[in-house]
């Protein structure tokens, strides 16, 4: 896929999410291949929605989230063309009924998210701009053991990750700052909560 066949807006990554795989279960390889290997913000955004979706109350799916989410940011902060991702985890699946589940019930804030979003800021979305908040997405696989232990913290962290994904799929700079704002609550709440 082309950059000029990226998704623009949240609807539109939930529209590519739908047509993903062909069977009963989807996998991250189906997922990657649907929305394309060069588009970082809607590969981003994916995982964070997952985990901001009643999804993730699935065993495992927020360590393995955490964990894409984490490989993903760090390939942004690097600056690579194309996403590469372990055989393990492009193997990981889902049953399509479950994400099936998952799209519909983001269809509707989707509506509403996409209505307040524009190209805004747009320099915020850009290199050098987008690394602290790709490097802060990064860090997730690091905290993901405190997610387990404090309640609703990756569904928070995840809506910053997602936050700043749409960010950068609008190119809307509102929302990377929006982001970075919600990534001080969150790491404020662990610590709070831990001490």
Do not use: H, Y
Not at 41 to 69: D, E, N, R, Y
Not at 110 to 136: C, F, H, K, N, Y
């Amino acid at each position: 896929m082309s950059n000029q066949d990226q998704p623009e807006d949240l609807s539109d990554v939930l529209d590519q999410l739908e047509d993903a795989g062909d069977g009963e279960t989807v996998s991250v390889s189906d997922i990657v291949e649907e929305i394309g290997g060069d588009a970082f913000g809607p590969l981003l955004l994916v995982p964070a929605l997952f985990l901001v979706t009643p999804v993730s109350g699935v065993p495992g799916m927020p360590s393995i989230g955490s964990l894409l989410i984490s490989l993903i940011a760090i390939q942004i902060v690097l600056g690579r063309d194309t996403l590469w991702l372990p055989g393990f985890l492009r193997r990981r699946e889902m049953k399509k009924q479950r994400l099936d589940k998952a799209l519909s019930w983001l269809r509707k804030p989707a509506g509403w998210i996409d209505g307040i979003s524009s190209e805004r800021l747009t320099v915020l979305t850009q290199r050098p701009w987008i690394m602290l908040p790709a490097s802060l997405c990064a860090l997730m696989v690091l905290l993901a053991p405190a997610f387990e232990t404090v309640p609703f913290s990756v569904s928070i962290a995840a809506g910053a990750v997602a936050l700043f994904a749409l960010g950068m799929v609008a190119r809307d700079g509102i929302m990377v700052l929006v982001a970075l704002l919600v990534f001080v609550l969150t790491g404020w709440l662990i610590v709070a909560t831990l001490t």
